[in-house]
């Protein structure tokens, strides 16, 4: 799955604009989190290291950008908050574009298990057409669903269920060597 | 499969010529109160100094079995005012009688000269003073005790029932190891009663919702090795497998046989829609049946094999429906508060087993196939997918426990909703899907 894409060599001045999209976002957006917050909804714990990724790498993607975004229960559609992540998701994969985008949808354990992958195929799938909407090419982006089969979080409770209502996506390669 | 084939059965015919008309032993499984029939089964008689232990282990198994199954009660062996200690001698009604023993269970073991087990047994109507059907003897290798055991628990239960047994069949399902989020899943079969538990896969490719063929000789299940959920069609006899489709951008999972085993009836996402497909096993070709932008999926054939039972949420909520089996308008079956999923069609076409939710909790219930007279028959945080013994009495399902620790398990209910009980497994276990009856 490591593969380069062709669309490397403007990656360095791509990362500085993402992250004054993002900046912008926070002021102009209203409902938008702060950057820190976003790290967390990507939901690795990893906070405040915007400044210690490289702007074109993917640890960058995911924990300045986000890689994941939200759901209600039992939904498929994108929250304001959604629409924020991929809007900054799709200026990066579009600047930094890699050869293979995959998206995963996933659901919480309440919910039985066909249905439930079906369920995040939709969220997958409303991923993908928003980011195709903002110019990101059909044919790097492939959709998975998971199902209630790869839980982020363990516990039974709403707290847990609203990390594991998620779409995530993913980017092939790794920029960072 | 081919150890299937090594149980030589003999009928031994009749100890005294039936009487013609008097077989009132008969446990009516509709009736809505059952009572356990007391019965006996004294330990088998060794006919052979080698057959001394198999002749108690193989006797434990078949009370086991009864027992378990809720609709027979072992009168204690410490009440018996005579022994067996030959299996041709007639048998003394009123010593049983006395006990309130009404079935009676005797039989003998030995090893061969070919140092094969052969086992025999005859069962009585005690208060009918008569024998119940043939004497039967089958013989097998050693290793295959616990299934001639079963075969012995499956003849009786079929005597006093009237309806053939369940203990002789196979369960595969998937056995889960691991923290709850990274959770390694493996196909595995086992026998009915949880022994003989083999994996199938080897646990690195997440798997789900294995199912069983109709003639027990293939599974059907769904596995993530290419990374996108594919049905996979595994032939036990070789352990060979293929995909079924393999499609880039689609994916494709829920899978069932036809009850003549030469169609599958499937669910495959595309661009984020999910509709339920038919595929010809034969040919190859594969239609699609539904078409709505509605999530239809968790397709299961009426045994007659011309309607498909399946859900949808077109509604806005889960709900069941049914469909002819060449698609066309399905007509919705569910209509109490809260989601339907999973049906699955009896083997006797009578009831659809499904799963509900409910105000936050999980429950498995049957309901007619025209959706009347629904049933709840558990309640749990999380019970799911059930499966249909083969004689149509019993239902096995997932059950998981809440919270980080949260783990699956399997167990069992009468469609009466009676004896609910848990299945040992070595690990975890969860998509139950309930084999044939042996043969």
Known sequence: MIKRGSGMKIKIIVGALIVGFVLSGCTGGGGLLDNDDRAGLSGDGSFGQNGNFEPDSIEYFRTSIGDSVFFPVDQSSLTQQAQGILDAQATWLIDNARSEILIEGHADEQGTRAYNLALGARRASAVRNYLVSRGVPTDQLQIVSFGKERPLEVCSQESCYSQNRRAVTRVSGDLAG | ?439
Do not use: C
């Open chain 2, 1 to 439: 499969m081919q150890k299937w084939m090594v149980l030589i059965l003999v009928v031994l015919g009749l100890v005294s010529p039936l009487k013609a008309y008097a077989a009132p032993l008969k446990l009516t499984l509709t009736e809505g109160v059952i009572q356990p029939i007391p019965y006996a089964a004294p330990v088998f008689v060794a006919e052979n100094r080698a057959a001394e232990d198999w002749s108690k282990k193989i006797t434990a198994l078949v009370v086991q079995d009864l027992n378990s199954s809720g609709l027979f009660r072992e009168v204690s062996k410490a009440k018996y005012i005579s022994q067996i200690t030959s299996f041709a001698s007639p048998v003394q009604y009123s010593d049983w009688k006395a006990i309130n023993v009404q079935a009676l269970v005797t039989g003998a073991v030995k090893i061969s000269s070919k140092d094969q087990l052969v086992v025999k047994f005859r069962s009585y109507d005690v208060f009918a003073g008569q024998e119940l059907g043939d004497g039967l003897q089958f013989v097998g290798t050693k290793d295959r005790w616990r299934r001639i055991a079963h075969k012995v628990a499956d003849s009786l239960y079929s005597r006093i029932t009237g309806e053939s047994g369940y203990f002789d069949s196979q369960i595969v399902y998937v056995a889960e190891k691991g923290p709850k989020n990274a959770r390694q899943k493996a196909l595995s079969i086992m026998d009915a009663d949880g022994e003989n538990s083999r994996p199938l896969t080897d646990g690195k490719s997440l798997v789900l919702a294995p199912r069983f063929s109709p003639n027990g000789k293939q599974i059907l299940y769904t596995s993530y090795e290419t990374g996108f959920p594919r049905i996979y069609l595994l032939n036990l006899a070789n352990n060979r497998r293929r995909v079924l489709e393999n499609q880039r951008g689609t994916m494709s999972f829920a899978p069932r046989f036809s009850p003549d085993g030469g169609a599958v009836v499937y669910s495959v996402t595309k661009a984020g829609n999910t509709d339920i497909y038919r595929l010809v096993l034969g040919s190859g070709q594969s239609q699609r049946l539904t078409t709505a932008p509605s999530i239809e999926t968790a397709p299961s054939f009426s045994p007659d094999g011309r309607q498909i039972v399946f859900e949808s949420d077109r509604s806005g909520t889960q709900q069941l429906y049914i469909m002819p089996v060449a698609g066309g308008d399905p007509r919705r079956i569910s209509f109490g508060k809260g989601r339907y999923g999973t049906p699955v069609w009896s083997p006797r076409g009578d009831m659809i087993a499904f799963t509900k939710q409910s105000k936050g909790r999980f429950h498995i219930g049957v309901m007619r196939f025209d959706g009347s007279e629904e049933r709840l028959l558990t309640a749990s945080f999380l019970d799911e997918g059930p499966t249909w013994a083969p004689n149509g009495r019993v239902i096995m399902f997932t059950r998981e426990t809440r919270g980080a620790k949260g783990a699956s398990g399997l167990y069992s209910i009468d469609v009466s909703g009676r004896n609910l009980k848990p299945l040992r497994t070595p690990h975890g276990a969860s998509d139950p899907s309930w084999s044939p009856l042996g043969n």
